[in-house]
């Protein structure tokens, strides 16, 4: 099945904001979504992202600014003269029909007679036609899920919308679906914007994400950019784990910026810092915990030349499988973290060890020291906040 869009914005919100009373769940928000784009909305509970997608949904009122869909003005329509259909979380299927049933409600519905070959072609799209007569509860919750995505994709909306559609499933199915998910809007070419404050899922699945925290949207752009480029300490620190050391600027050539963290000489390739610092400026160098690698003091002369280097010692480690996980104090941060792949793994890297962290300096990403180093860190997953937002 292949389903498409007029080229454009599936999507435009213009200054779009919701309050409620004296709160403000959204604060004036400026946002395109491309047609046939796979969205995501990352953020943590009570950021604005389920208020968003309610309001692309018309299932709340926008305290100010417009919604259009497809180049319409639907702002002040209601949720069913809008060309959108909204999967939940709950996926809130019909337990007294079977799976055939629940997906040519929309249909039948609408009017439409006959329902066989729609409905026969959205259960082979998501590899349910044998199951076509079970009713709901002897389905698996992967298998319900798609259940609910076939139903809102019958009726060929502009846009899905999914609000945190994987969160009731366990780890190991969340990750088959969100690679089924991703199969079903590449082959249906839809748009789909997708509400989750998993960082991992949203990353998986998605072209763009935006991040949103307190009502704003702190950076949008492609998951790896955003991994690679974060723009504030609170995409750094809540997509994945940064390392954020505090240093001064020394010294500004050849396209790098020379840095000195507690004594300890740093280089920063200044297109990567997103603060514009003058010599003898603040800045926080930042490094990802897998680009570094860790090497046991007696082994330091084998260092290539060049690498960014910081002495430490290692307080705490942790075996996770693919990678060991280190906790390394050092004068420039008192708990650095370090993950090292298990290929051939070094038996003295021992809480207790003395070592050197390095790694390439084209790793070192830089934001502005007035933000809270800390942002983004203390967000916990979870949707009961956002209830009021």
Known sequence: MTTTEASGDAVRLTGISKTYGSFTAVHPLDLTVPAGSFF????????????????????????????????????????Y??????????????????????????????????????????????QLGPLARRKPQQ??????????????????????????PLGALDLKLRRQMQL????????????????????????????????????????????????ENPASTFVANFLGTSNL???????????????????????????RSSADVATGGKILAGVRPEKISLTHRDDEAGIPAGRNQVPGRIVDSSFIGVSTQYVVDSPVCPELEVFVPNVERDG?????????LHWNPAHTFGLGADQDIDAGIDDIDGESAEAAA
Do not use: W
Not at 86 to 102: G, K, R
Not at 213 to 227: I, K, M, S, T
Not at 245 to 260: H, K, R
């Open 348 to 356: 003295r890297l021992v809480p207790g060890a003395p070592v050197v």
């Open 180 to 227: 089924e998910l991703k199969r079903i809007q590449t082959e249906v070419g839809i748009t789909f914007i997708h509400v989750t404050h998993d960082q991992e899922e949203a990353m998986t699945m998605a072209d763009t994400v935006a991040v949103m925290n307190a009502g704003r949207v702190e950076q949008l752009g492609a998951p790896a950019d955003l991994y």
């Open 81 to 126: 003269k809008r060309p959108v259909n909204t999967v939940f979380q709950s996926y809130a299927l019909f337990p007294h029909l079977d799976v055939y049933e629940n997906v040519a409600f929309g249909l039948r519905r609408r009017g439409i007679k006959s329902v066989k070959s729609q409905v026969g072609e959205m259960l082979d799209l998501v």
């Open 40 to 79: 995501a909305l990352l953020g943590a509970s009570g950021c604005g992202k389920t208020t968003t997608l309610r309001m692309i949904a018309g299932l709340e009122d926008p305290s100010g600014g417009s919604v259009r869909l497809g180049g319409q003005d639907v702002t002040g329509l209601p949720p």
């Open 139 to 164: 389905l698996s919750g992967g298998q319900q899920q798609r259940v609910a995505v076939a139903r809102a994709l019958i009726n060929h909306p502009q846009v899905l919308l999914l609000d945190e």
């Open 245 to 271: 050391i505090e240093a001064e600027v020394t010294a500004a050539s050849g396209g790098d910026l020379q840095l000195v963290a507690a004594g300890v000489k740093l280089t920063l390739p200044a297109a």
